[in-house]
């Protein structure tokens, strides 16, 4: 005697064959969770050593006091707060990150020329730590995932349109502004991995 399957659940076991064999093959994409990225130690961020917060901290105040002495008004803010990283795919947080922290570096590089080199330099030296081990999470991902789509290609749209766009002291604010956010906020939830919801 011969089993008959009825046709929804035949349709639906080719289906899940067709998707196993095609993922197995790498045709279809399947984005790497961080913690199982060799190479992408991003859990050592999720809280910074006292000595490298309160740099930050100097450095903050430092700059806030020098936009005092400027004047200065901005249409827009290139890093907005109505964002946030929970609003990503796990594997799309260090893409985000990056473009932001890659912005963070080139405005706060520039402004290490100026009179506040010295208090600068530190939070820089830890900036520039992080954003290396960042990169190593970032082509990986990339390249396993889709391309960036929907909330993650406008922010990193945003960010690209706003470096061009915005004045320089207008990107000094919002860097600056936004600092302790990228901090505590998004480099814990990337480094959080999973577990940022």
Known sequence: MRMQLDLPVGCMLVLMLMTMVLTRMGAVPVPTPLSALPGCPMAQFKSLPPQDMKAFRRAKDALEESFLLKNWSCSSHPLPRTRDLRQLQVW??????????????????????????????????????????????????????????????????????????????????????????????????????????
């Open 92 to 197: 799309e947080r260090p893409v985000a990150l990056e473009a932001e922290l890659a912005l963070t570096l080139k405005v706060l590089g520039a402004m290490a020329n100026s009179t506040l080199g010295d208090i600068l330099d530190q939070p820089l030296h830890t900036l520039r730590y992080i954003h290396t081990k960042l990169q190593a999470c970032v082509p990986a991902q990339a390249t396993a995932g889709p391309r960036p789509r929907g909330y993650l290609h406008r922010w990193l749209r945003h960010l690209e349109e706003a470096s061009k766009r915005e004045s320089p002291a207008c990107l000094e604010a919002s860097v600056t502004f936004n600092l302790f956010r990228l901090l505590a906020r998004d480099l814990n939830c990337v480094a959080s991995g999973d577990l940022c919801v």
